[in-house]
Structures are given as C-alpha cells and as structure tokens.
C-alpha cells in the first residue's frame, strides 16, 4: 500500500508561483511513475505532468509547457510541482498519482495511487 500527501497549495495572483509537494510512503520501492492531475469545478480530470522514477523522464500537457516543471527527490521519496507564470484558468483541485508501471501515461486509470488533493487558486 502506498501513502500519497499533498502539500504546498494556496492563492495566488496571475503571474505568480506555487510549488507543490508530494510525499510518498509506504511501499514505493522499484520504478514507478508519479503524476500531477487536477479538476476544476465543474471539469473533468486532467493530466499536468508525470516523471519517472527511475530515469527522470517527464511529459507534461501542452497547457503547462513552459510554466511548470516536475521533479523528484529520490531520497525523501518527495516529488514537487513547480508552477511559475500561473494563470487564472489553472485554478483546480491538484492531486498527485502514482503508478506502479514504468509507462509514463497522462491516463487517470492508470494511476494506482491518489493524495487527497490541494486547493490552487490564481487570481487576476
């Protein structure tokens, strides 16, 4: 079982940043993917970002290229969402996943693990 907490969201006005933390525990040893999704009211579920464990690759959607960044900390079992340049429609509920497998994916259902999920708000 693997735990996932979020931490780090909040307001901020447009053109501002936030980072995002994602703790893991529990059984995370091995590859595994871990991915950034968020939901604003009212909106479906959609991918930010993803990293793989074990060599660093990312994907990101083409609505957050350029502004945000994924990286990890193997050693803390930590991974963040840096969000610079953020803009009103970023707002959203974000949640990190975790996925057992080796393919990076923006899938939901691929995920095996979800956080709680934290509160973004950009302001214009």
């Known amino acids: 079982q693997v735990h996932l907490a979020e931490s780090g969201g909040g307001m901020v006005q447009a053109g501002g940043s936030l980072r995002l933390s994602c703790a893991a525990s529990?059984?995370?040893?091995?590859?595994?993917?871990m991915g950034w999704f968020r939901q604003a009211p009212g909106k479906e579920r959609e991918f930010v970002a993803a990293?793989?464990?074990?060599?660093?690759?990312?994907l990101y959607a083409d609505s957050v290229k350029g502004r945000f960044t994924i990286s990890r900390d193997d050693a803390k079992n930590t991974f963040y969402l840096q969000m610079n340049s953020l803009k009103p429609e970023d707002t959203a509920v974000y949640y990190c996943?975790?996925?057992?497998?080796?393919?990076?994916?923006?899938?939901?259902?691929?995920?095996?693990?979800w956080g709680q999920g934290t509160q973004v708000t950009v302001s214009s």
């Open positions: 996943a975790l996925d057992a497998g080796s393919v990076v994916t923006g899938t939901p259902y691929r995920y095996d693990y």
């Open positions: 529990g059984r995370t040893f091995g590859a595994y993917v």
């Open positions: 990293v793989r464990k074990n060599d660093g690759f990312t």
